[in-house]
């Protein structure tokens, strides 16, 4: 079955340490990975992708993205987390190269930012 | 970089009426929409695939008459939710995605539908 796992529901780090969010999938083909941010009534905003190449992904606010392929994982990071990095975080896989097939989410990590 | 508007963000109904929730790229075309549901503190749950002049693809155990999706052109598509009732609560989410690969998938803002 095809699946996206968030394993962590809450996280809470401190203002300035480094951050790392799990995520695990399972999924038949070859897949496309990405990392969504979701502030509280709002849209999501995507932070990065994987599609292929460099396993290690840069993206937008500072945060990277390193695909595991052995593991299964594509887990987000940062060096120095900041206040406004509070929100909900979300884990997405989909199809490679199959336009009009909607991403699989995970259930999300609530990241707090504690001062 | 591409947009997706939807429209509105917020809105209260009372029970027994019909919200409609649009979703527009503005700046590519889409060829297919995605609309997912979202309720607190859970993931997206995807409710229905539409592709432009065909009928929409429902997932399972979610009510086609209940959530009627019109994806009339290739920049818009409509969600419908007919007869709400309060269970429908929820906040709705659509993205488009313009076919040129998953280069082209974006989402709209969301839409907070609560009924009285």
């Known amino acids: 079955a095809q699946s996206v796992t968030q394993p962590d529901i809450h996280i809470t780090v401190s203002e300035g340490a480094s951050l790392e969010l799990r995520c695990n999938y399972s999924y038949g083909a070859t897949p496309y990975l990405f990392w969504y941010v979701q502030s509280p009534g709002q849209g999501l905003q995507l932070l990065l992708k994987?599609?292929?190449?460099?396993?290690l992904v840069q993206g937008i606010k500072g945060f990277e993205a390193e695909f595991k392929r052995s593991q299964s994982s594509f887990n987000l990071r940062k060096p120095s987390v900041h206040w406004s990095d509070a929100a909900e975080y979300f884990c997405?896989?989909?199809?490679?190269?199959?336009?009009?097939?909607?991403?699989?989410f995970g259930k999300g990590t609530t990241l707090s930012v504690s001062s | 970089g591409a947009v997706v508007s939807q429209h509105p963000s917020w809105v209260i109904c009372k029970s027994g009426t019909s919200v409609k929730i649009e979703c527009r790229s503005l700046?590519?075309?889409?060829?297919?929409m995605f609309w997912y549901r979202q309720f607190p503190k859970q993931s997206l749950m995807l409710m229905a695939t539409?592709?432009?002049?065909?009928?929409?693809?429902?997932e399972q155990g979610v009510e086609k008459d209940k959530f009627l999706i019109n994806h009339a052109s290739l920049t818009l598509s409509t969600l419908t939710v007919t007869s709400a009732h309060p269970e429908d609560s929820s906040f709705y989410i659509c993205s488009a995605d313009s076919g040129q690969g998953r280069e082209k998938l974006f989402f709209g803002s969301g839409t907070q539908l609560s009924v009285l």
């Open positions: 994987y599609f292929s190449g460099d396993t």
């Open positions: 997405a896989v989909g199809p490679a190269n199959q336009a009009g097939t909607a991403l699989i």
């Open positions: 700046d590519f075309q889409a060829t297919t």
């Open positions: 539409s592709n432009e002049g065909s009928k929409a693809t429902y």
